[in-house]
């Protein structure tokens, strides 16, 4: 017979990607850990035999590692799925998982140790089986459990632990069913969980017993036992008081008193009910609900740790509603801001199209009639013609514009992504506006980049972008100033920049400005300056070339603003 010992079997442990480890005694001394439990370990920190497991670990996952292998040594009773929480905010959260090995001959406890990256549906998973294992298997104890007050201090503990989990729950359907079904007691016992909508209006939710075949019953009683506003227990019973009520003996006549039908009295008099313990769900100060223990056991008296462990078994509970319901209010407004925003970019859309048609008419009507087709035209009438058409432009471009910013908002508008030659799409833009740069006398050289540089994106976007960018340079630099345009480049990405002496812009504005219809001086866009979509439009192109479009300035010393995309090669062709 081969015997495996450490050494033989380390090899084959090392292949595998479960994380394990063995650590020995009260202490946790490392024995054993393969090659992916040490990958777990903390910056600069190791796992090395001979030490304590804890010293691989930051401060910490220290403390957390520590509380979950002390108790599995300390009761012998395996733990899994335990949240480890990892040093830093941003690495992943760890799942232990403990197993217990008894001492043989005199030698010490042994513990096997595995740790995984756990995943939102371990985590939920985990939550949920922790919860249903131990929460109301506290909160319900059986009386022997209640005589150790040690115990009832580990149980409280255990429970604060698992209810601030579950509280982490964000589905309000979810979270209502867990709350019906991780509440469940145990040996014998059964639990009622009724709901309070904001309407005052009360519902059963669950009831919920250990033995499937009486499980089976009540599901049967879900349309037949029904709250009623006169009884002394569950839900209406804390309205009367907003405080645990405990029935302890005359369960039964209780029941009986009820409004049943009798084939519902007659399963509830088989159940043979025991002690009641009701306690409320309470969110800021506003009772939505009940959750009503019923023991196993006849004549059996809670206990004030029971009491406590059932309250704060609520108080947990009624958290977790709380998140789920602002979480659900959260999603709902987003829904209805999208909608609503659709809606606007519908609207926009199309009073768009159906401007346009009259603005092209207009300036139709206008050639018309500077040509002299209708008749002779003074230089008076001329000049009242060519301010129809200044006017009829200016709303041609608005529309443009908002035409554009719906089509980039929606995602609709179609990209042509390719490789090109940065200069050569820096030149077609400088082409377009140059002769406004002459115009106005400001001064520039030629183009500063390198030609052999080539960037990913679609020319066309790229263009549209320049052509708006150096359109504001020119319009906000003063007669006689100065422009550069140009390219640099690193490893992964080309810049390309468009700066000018002109007016500045104030730091406070720096985000603002690619706010849709937004200028310097007086926040929306006047005529003067345009009509500020161009600088919104051109930032959302960048990022759906994958992108970056962002801007450096001083007031009254100019401005200077970058076009980021991912670099291709090299050199050209490459």
Known sequence: MTVYTKRTLAP???????????????AHSLIYANRAFRGFAS??????????????????????????LDRAFRTGVPSHDQR????ERSAPVLSCTVWPVAGANGEEAHLLVELRQATEVEETLALQRLVSERMVLSALRERDMAESAEESRRGAAHLAETSRLFAESLDER???DAIARLSLPHLGAWCIVDVIDGGGNMRRLRVIHPD???????????????LDPADAFGAPAILRSAQPVSIADATEAMLAAADHDDKTQKILQDFGVGALLTVPLVIHERVVGAITFVSGERGYVYTEADRELATDLALRSAMA???ARLHGEALSLRKKAEAASQAKSAFLSTMS???RTPLNAIGGYVELLDMGLRGPVTEAQRADLARIRNNQQHLLALIVDILDLVRVGSGKLEYDIRDFVVEEVLSAAVAIVESLIVQKTIVYDTIDCDPALVARGDPAKVIQIFVNLLSNAVKFTHPGGQMAIGCVATDKVIQLYVSDTGVGIPADKLEDIFDPFFQVHGGLAGRDSGVGLGLAISRELAHAMHGELSVESELGLGSRFTLTLPRVSLSRGA
Request: negative net charge.
């Open 321 to 323: 509603l709380e998140s």
């Open 43 to 68: 910056a600069n920190r190791e796992a090395v035999v001979g030490r304590p497991i804890m010293a691989a670990f930051s401060d910490r996952e220290s403390n957390d590692l520590t509380a979950v």
């Open 174 to 176: 979810t979270t209502l």
């Open 212 to 226: 499937p075949a009486k499980q089976a019953l009540f599901d049967g009683l879900e349309d037949r036992w029904l």
């Open 12 to 26: 084959y442990m090392d292949r595998v990607s479960a994380a394990v480890a063995v650590t020995r005694g009260a």
């Open 84 to 87: 480890i929480e990892r040093g």
């Open 353 to 355: 199209h159906e401007l």
